[in-house]
């Protein structure tokens, strides 16, 4: 069975005239189901290498930051002191308090710059395995109760573990396996899916009108839009994850949110991850 | 130090020798804070100070806000006997925005970040003890395309 | 006890340019709660800064002025083992400092 990328995928749900020729994948993995992560890997760096042909693709870790001038210089005027830098701080606090039974989180996660373990999926387990979940199962393991998954706690956690892990790349191993497979597909189907009143796929904005305006905004490629969390958005005032920003970004096309955390959220990072692989990684991060 | 303006100014004036002095030593902050318009406020923090558009005034300010609540604004400028740099955002509830006292220790360049409801002229007003020096820009506040 | 000023700078021909981060959540007063209640103006509104103790800048703050105040100044006149520091006062007269030392 000759398997589509997710760009022809994507071109065909659309229904609009190829803006690029869609390679098929030809199907070299070993499995009856024909998915093929590499290929969809290379399908998208293609289409981000033609659409934006002055951007080094490793730049798009910034986001809209790598081509809207305008934009980039008011947030490299915000880099000289980010505001971030509040919740890294916190996070520090929050990092070296002790649990209960006088263990913590170092005993867990040593000096907190772990986040290029994060996501994988686990095969014992059968399921992609997040930063936010495992801090919470390290709390589990503890004695220690969780912590809400967009609350104001485990957000500085994460700030302070990814500035700690910065500069680390992205290197989600190949899904291989049928949960993994899996669990990349389901992301990468979600990731293709038209959804809400909109009816608009991730897909739609940032990978067929990527770098397109909307309103008064440019729209991002999708590859390198997990590096940099948890973001500290200006329109929050505050730092939020990638979770929440999947179930603000769903709401605002009119769909069915799910929340922080969820298996179709988790599935999604994977995918998206696994998309980035070879970008470093650089949260916290400014954005609008 | 609570000085009733018009009770010393009547005694200067009284004095007739005070013409060199500047009708207004003490801008009132306070009530500059308070003004509710760009015009009031400029009246109760310069009074009558002659005030002109300049273009030695570095005053940079983007063009279209990446988002209201959070707006770089950096003033500098080489005009000498600078006292204050005052910004000012003409469309909020609340034009002062932010004022700066700079002493002879200090250099007449700063930086801050202010919040912007919405589009607006944007002005920095540098002092010194016989005028004030204006710059302007419009600066554009959106909706994020996403809806928000 | 509020949280300290982040204080950061650089010393450059007795020049001292210096940055500072004031985490403060500048509330104007007309913003609402999820509730719906009105969240009280809180807001710092004086910031001063010193070299070894001697006042060298200051500055009044409307309720407008960002969340997490940031304010980059310059100084002159400054030497290696000269402290800066920067104070500010809110509405409600808590206060909170940083300090830098210049190399």
Redesign the interface.
């Known amino acids: 069975m000759v398997r589509t990328t997710i760009l022809g995928a994507g071109l065909l749900l659309l229904g609009s005239v190829a803006l690029v020729s869609a390679p098929l994948a030809s199907d070299t993995s070993d499995t009856n189901s024909g998915i093929d992560p590499q290929a969809d890997r290379q399908a998208l760096r293609d289409f981000y290498s033609q659409r934006f042909p002055d951007v080094p693709l490793e730049e798009h870790k910034n986001g809209v930051y790598a081509f809207d001038e305008g934009a980039r210089e008011q947030w490299l005027e915000m880099e000289d002191f980010p505001p971030y830098e509040i919740a890294v701080d916190e996070g520090a606090e929050l990092y070296e308090m002790p649990f209960a039974d006088g263990q913590g989180y170092p005993d867990c996660f040593g000096d907190g710059a772990v986040k290029g373990r994060y996501p994988h999926y686990d095969d014992v387990r059968g399921e992609v395995v997040t930063l936010e979940m495992a801090i919470n199962e390290c709390r589990a393991d503890h004695g220690e109760a969780p912590l809400a998954y967009d609350g104001a706690a485990i957000t500085r956690l994460t700030a302070y573990m990814a500035y700690a892990s910065r500069g680390q790349i992205i290197d989600v191993a190949l899904p291989e396996g049928e949960g993994a497979l899996a669990a990349y597909e389901s992301g990468r189907r979600f990731y293709s899916t038209r959804r809400g009143q909109l009816n608009f796929a991730c897909s739609s904005c940032h990978v067929q009108l990527a770098g397109n305006r909307l309103r008064a905004e440019r729209l991002s490629a999708s590859l390198g839009q997990v590096t940099h969390w948890p973001v500290y958005r200006f329109k929050w005032q505050d730092v939020g994850s990638l979770h929440l920003r999947f179930n603000e970004c769903n709401s605002q096309v009119g769909a069915e949110p799910f929340p922080p955390q969820s298996e179709e959220y988790r599935n999604l990072e994977y995918f998206l991850s696994y998309m980035s692989n070879g970008l470093e990684l650089n949260g916290p991060a400014s954005r609008k | 130090m609570n000085i009733n303006r018009r009770k010393w100014l009547g005694s200067m004036l009284a004095l007739g020798g005070a013409a060199l002095l500047p009708m207004r030593l003490f801008a009132d902050?306070a009530a500059a804070?308070k003004a509710t318009s760009a015009d009031v406020a400029l009246k109760e923090l310069f009074g009558d100070l002659p005030m002109e558009e300049s273009s030695e005034i570095n005053f940079k300010v983007?063009?279209?806000?990446?988002?209201g609540?959070?707006?770089?604004v950096?003033v500098s400028t080489d005009i000498e006997g600078v006292q204050s740099i005052t910004i000012m955002?003409d469309e909020?509830?609340?034009p002062?925005?932010?004022?700066?006292?700079?002493?002879?220790?200090?250099?007449a360049?700063?930086?801050?970040?202010?919040?912007?409801g919405k589009s607006s002229k944007v002005r920095a007003l540098v002092r010194t003890p016989d005028k004030v020096y204006v710059a302007s820009q419009e600066v554009?506040v959106?909706?994020?395309?996403?809806?928000? | 006890m509020a949280a300290q000023v982040k204080i950061r700078g650089k010393l450059k021909d007795g020049v001292a340019q210096v940055k500072s981060l004031m985490p403060h959540p500048m509330e104007t007063g007309t913003q609402r709660d999820p509730a719906g209640n009105l969240i009280p103006a809180h807001y710092i509104d004086k910031v001063t800064c010193y070299r070894n103790d001697q006042e060298v800048l200051s500055a009044d703050f409307g309720a407008s002025v960002s969340k997490d105040p940031y304010f980059a100044f310059k100084v002159k006149n400054c030497s290696p083992g000269d402290v800066i520091k920067v104070t500010w006062v809110d509405n409600k007269g808590e206060t909170s400092s940083g300090e830098l030392v210049l190399k």
């Open positions: 902050t804070f983007p063009d279209i806000a990446e988002n609540a959070v707006v770089p950096s955002v909020n509830p609340n002062m925005s932010a004022s700066f006292n700079i002493s002879p220790d200090a250099i360049d700063i930086s801050t970040r202010v919040k912007m554009k959106t909706i994020g395309g996403c809806g928000g």
